[in-house]
C-alpha cells in the first residue's frame, strides 16, 4: 500500500507540473503575442497604400518641371505643392520696348505682363516669328543667347518679364540683293513651355542678317 500511495503522489504532481507549464506558455502567447501582431497589422495596412502612392508622387515633379502639368504642381506632399501653375499664353499680354541702337545694331525688350487675375511661373527663352503687313511669314531665325542664367520667376497679377532682343540693320549673306531688308508689321511670341502664340506690334523697321534675332531668357521687369 505505500508503494502503491508513492506512485500515486509522483503521478498526481507530475500532471499538475504539466499543466501549469503549458498554461503559462499559452498566458505569455496571448499577453506578448497578440499585442505586437495587432502592431504588425496596423503598421502594415497604411503601408500599402502609401508605398502605391509614392510612386505617382514620386513620378508626378519631372512633369511639372516640364511643364506638361496643368496645375504645374507636383503631386504628393512637399514644398513643391503651393507652386503656382505656368504662365499659359492666355494669361499673357505681350509687348515691344525699344532699346538705345548703336552702329549697325538694334535692341528692344520683349515684355511679357500676367493679365490674369492669378499667379503664375515661367521660365526660359521665348519663341518668335516675325511677320509682314498680310500676316505672313518672314524669315525669322532666333538664337537663344546663354550668357545669362534662365532663372524661374513668379509673375504676380499685372507682373513682368522681358526678354533683351538684338538684330542687324546692316545687308549681308542672306538679304535681298537690292539691299532692302523686311520691316516687319508685328511679331508672334510663343511664351515659354506653350504652343499657342500672341501678337505684338513691331514698330522698329527694317531686320536684316536673314531675320536673325538674338534672345536673351526672360528676367524680371
Known amino acids: ?3 502503491h500511495h508513492a506512485r500515486s503522489v ?7 507540473a504539466t499543466v501549469t507549464v503549458s498554461g503559462c506558455t499559452a498566458g505569455s502567447g496571448s499577453s506578448a503575442n497578440s499585442p505586437a501582431s495587432v502592431h504588425d497589422a496596423g503598421s502594415g495596412t497604411p503601408s500599402s497604400p502609401g508605398s502605391q502612392e509614392a510612386d505617382p508622387g514620386g513620378s ?3 512633369r511639372a518641371q516640364s511643364g506638361q502639368d496643368g496645375s504645374g504642381r507636383p503631386g504628393g506632399s512637399g514644398s ?5 501653375r505656368w504662365c499659359t499664353t492666355d494669361a499673357l499680354s505681350v509687348s515691344l520696348k525699344p532699346g538705345q541702337p548703336a552702329a549697325g545694331n538694334r535692341y528692344a525688350g520683349l515684355v511679357l505682363t500676367n493679365s490674369s487675375s ?3 511661373r515661367t521660365q526660359g527663352w521665348p519663341g518668335l ?5 498680310n500676316g505672313e511669314k518672314i524669315p525669322t531665325k532666333v538664337v537663344r543667347e546663354h550668357s545669362t542664367p534662365s532663372p524661374q520667376l513668379t509673375l504676380s497679377p499685372g507682373g513682368q518679364a522681358s526678354a533683351r532682343l538684338h538684330w542687324t540693320v546692316v545687308p549681308g549673306q542672306g538679304d535681298p540683293d537690292d539691299g532692302r531688308c523686311p520691316a516687319p508689321e508685328s511679331v508672334r511670341v510663343i511664351p515659354p513651355d506653350q504652343r499657342a502664340s500672341k501678337s505684338a506690334p513691331w514698330n522698329m523697321n527694317e531686320v536684316c ?3 536673325k ?3 536673351r531668357p526672360l528676367l524680371p521687369g
Request: net charge negative.
Open 1 to 3: 500500500m505505500g508503494a
Open 10 to 16: 509522483l503521478a498526481a504532481l507530475a500532471l499538475g
Open 60 to 62: 508626378q515633379p519631372p
Open 80 to 84: 513643391g505643392d503651393d507652386r503656382p
Open 118 to 120: 492669378h499667379t503664375c
Open 129 to 133: 516669328q516675325l511677320t509682314g503687313e
Open 209 to 211: 542678317g536673314a531675320g
Open 213 to 215: 534675332l538674338d534672345v
